[in-house]
């Protein structure tokens, strides 16, 4: 069955310092891939999206480019703040009726 | 409201009741999914319906968990005889559906804030 793996946390950063979480999948066919992200106290939210091979997905300064080759889907960010604290979730679907497989999370503090 | 809602945000309860779990879609969205996130764990999956029709119940964890969906809209998670290992976050999300074509065409899930269930 589809799956996702995402680099164990927790991930501890300085202010400004550049983020990469790891992200690779399996799956049977060509999957959406996706990027969620819960602040402290709060539901999940979307932040980024790609939909096909070699597309990238940015928001907030965060990026992620859906790449077949390397099933892979990192999320990176050249600067964070103490505000990109959170758990982030790496999620694909295959669509068509089909559920969605997130990762087990991320949990990122960045300290000022 | 324009989000995803679901009622209780936080329910206690004692080991061995029911209870009963609502989500109010957005409206228009036909897809709606039910997950549970335990504490410091992801997300795991448990019902999807597509309309009122449940295509995949594959997650539900037992027999004691059971959901439904009515005039494609509000949903209804039960959980009967409650255990303790119950206890977690149960979120619910919904989208929209578009098709066709080959690539991969699924809409983004847009997420309630959670009941909080705690099985004392």
């Known amino acids: 069955g589809d799956s996702v793996t995402q680099m164990e946390g927790p991930v501890t950063l300085s202010e400004e310092a550049f983020l990469t979480i790891n992200c690779t999948y399996t799956?049977?066919?060509?999957?959406?891939l996706f990027w969620y992200v819960q602040y402290p106290g709060e539901g999940l939210q979307l932040l980024l999206k790609a939909t096909k091979a070699d597309d990238k997905g940015s928001n907030k300064g965060f990026e992620a480019t859906y790449r077949k080759e390397t099933t892979s889907f990192h999320l990176e960010k050249g600067s964070v703040q103490v505000s990109d604290s959170a758990v982030y979730f790496c999620a694909l679907s295959e669509g068509y009726g089909q559920n969605f497989v997130f990762g087990p999370g991320t949990r990122l503090s960045v300290l000022p | 409201g324009a989000g995803v809602s679901q009622s209780p945000s936080n329910k206690v309860t004692e080991k061995g009741k029911d209870v009963e779990l609502r989500c109010d879609p957005i409206?228009?969205?036909?897809?709606l999914y039910w997950y549970r996130q335990s504490l410091g764990q992801g997300l795991e999956f448990l019902i999807y319906f597509q309309g009122n029709s449940a295509p995949d119940k594959s997650g539900l964890p037992s027999d004691r968990f059971s959901a439904e969906r009515t005039g494609g809209s509000v949903s209804t998670l039960t959980i009967q005889r409650t255990q303790q290992e119950d206890s977690a976050v149960y979120l619910c999300?919904?989208?929209?559906?578009?098709?066709?074509?080959?690539?991969?065409?699924?809409?983004?899930?847009?997420f309630g804030p959670g009941t909080r269930l705690t099985v004392l």
């Open positions: 409206s228009g969205h036909t897809a």
């Open positions: 799956a049977t066919g060509y999957p959406s």
């Open positions: 999300a919904s989208s929209t559906w578009t098709s066709g074509g080959y690539s991969s065409s699924t809409d983004t899930q847009y």
